[in-house]
């Protein structure tokens, strides 16, 4: 009669259902975490690139103003008074 506790707790100390479950648990929490981390990088790379942008059409503005001004004074010279 001493066998079936001892089987019974045999049953319950090897956990079977642990070491299965522990690797999809894991595997699933890798691939979150890596998503996480892609939309951080791909967030931080959108702003970068619209921050880029914006300095690039502010560069852009301030060229054609100073073309627009060395235009404008070539075309006053040129004029006759």
Same mark, same amino acid.
């Given at each position: 009669?001493? @066998?079936?506790?001892? &089987?019974? &707790?045999?049953?319950? $100390?090897?956990?079977? #259902?642990?070491? #299965? +479950? !522990?690797?999809?648990?894991?595997?699933?929490?890798?691939?979150?975490?890596? %998503? @996480?981390?892609?939309?951080?990088?791909?967030?931080?790379? @959108?702003?970068? +690139? &619209?921050?880029?942008?914006?300095?690039? !059409? =502010?560069?852009?503005?301030? +060229? %054609?103003? %100073?073309?627009?001004?060395? =235009? $404008?004074?070539?075309?006053? !010279?040129?004029?006759?008074?």
């Amino acid at each position: 009669m001493s @066998t079936p506790p001892c &089987e019974v &707790e045999d049953y319950y $100390s090897s956990d079977y #259902s642990s070491p #299965s +479950l !522990k690797p999809a648990f894991q595997s699933e929490t890798e691939v979150e975490s890596s %998503k @996480t981390v892609v939309m951080l990088v791909m967030t931080i790379g @959108t702003n970068n +690139l &619209e921050e880029e942008m914006v300095a690039m !059409k =502010a560069m852009l503005e301030r +060229l %054609k103003m %100073k073309k627009r001004r060395r =235009a $404008s004074s070539c075309m006053r !010279k040129r004029s006759p008074d």
